[in-house]
């Protein structure tokens, strides 16, 4: 199973930073490139324990709807989102928010498996795993700006 670690350093304080991260706003506007859009569940605001919601996008030029659920959260420190239902045989996001001294290092694991057997995994090491750890990273990107 493909996991990606991405640490990120955010000038701003954890519980900004653990906010920010649950927000359906700001996660709709860190992936507008990909048209992401909600189409259920918690459509504004911030994500509470067991909130779920539908996503709408577009990746690698097709259309997917992925519904995922607040499994565990631990405020201003850690919270998880898992897929309920979607393209994905499994995925787990963690995401943990550690306070520094000005900054919050902010660390996203991924776990996933795409459907389809020996097919799925080589879809994942060979395009899936470069392909999310971007997307990761953009909207890390994305909120470093919007907290500085």
Known sequence: MPRIVLATSVPASA??????????????ASMSRSGE???GGVRAGVMELGDT???????FGLP??????????VAPNRFVDE??????????????F????????MTDTVEFTSPAGPIGRLVDAVIL???MTRLLTQRN????????
């Open 15 to 28: 519980q900004r930073c653990f906010e920010l991260s649950l927000s359906v706003d700001a996660h709709t």
């Open 37 to 39: 859009r909600v189409v």
């Open 53 to 59: 919601v539908t996503w709408r996008a577009r990746h």
């Open 64 to 73: 997917f709807t992925m519904t995922s659920r607040i499994t565990d959260l």
């Open 83 to 96: 897929q309920v239902s979607g393209p994905f045989a499994h995925w787990w996001h963690e995401h943990v």
């Open 98 to 105: 550690e306070q520094r001294e000005k900054t919050t290092l």
């Open 129 to 131: 795993t470069k392909y």
């Open 141 to 148: 990107r994305w909120l470093v700006h919007a907290l500085s």
